[in-house]
């Protein structure tokens, strides 16, 4: 699996270098450091199947319902991928959905990602649009589209999402907590 993301990954390196090489903001691209591939699979047979492939090369592994599907967020522990990704975000496809499957996109962190809109306006031949996650409050980036494929520019990274999941988790896991010992007359 790994051998298939790496050749999927410098394909898509290659025709993102095409798109931007044509770009008037050549400093703002060449800053954005890919951190995350997103690879796409058609149901939950697939879904496991690759992640029990991918496992034994992962120090950590978060899973998330989302969608009515499952996502993980799988961190290489040995191994860096192409652009020396450190994390696979394996998704099943939304149900009743057709995307392509494998490489879905990659995603882009930068801090200057929070002052893309502006530059992105100055390029005419993009094609983008601001995206968010309904389900974490505050979570959103931009879209670039392009030859079948996307790049997510984002300000923070996928861990980052991880963290503030699993934080709001424990916060309301410490209230139910409190308000149960309150109720209890404790």
Known sequence: ?????NDA??????????????????QF????????????????????????QLRADCDRIVETWMNGRWIAKMHLKD??????????????????????????????????VAGAEAILQKE???KWSHE???????????????????AKLKSSTVMDIVIKELSDINAKIKIDSEVGRLTSGQ
């Open 1 to 5: 699996m790994i051998d298939e993301l």
């Open 9 to 26: 990954l410098k394909d898509y390196s290659d025709k993102w270098e095409a798109l931007t090489a044509g770009c008037n903001d050549q």
């Open 29 to 52: 691209f060449q800053g954005l450091k890919p951190m995350a591939v997103g690879w796409k699979v058609a149901d939950e047979a697939d879904y496991k199947q690759l992640y029990d």
């Open 79 to 112: 191994i860096k991928l192409e652009g020396d990704i450190q994390i696979v975000k394996l998704m099943q496809r939304r149900p009743g959905s057709t995307d392509k499957l494998g490489l879905d996109h990659v995603d882009f962190y930068s801090p200057a």
């Open 124 to 126: 005419p031949s993009l």
């Open 132 to 150: 968010s996650n309904e389900v974490v409050e505050g979570y959103n980036w931009i879209s670039v589209w392009f030859e079948g494929t996307e």
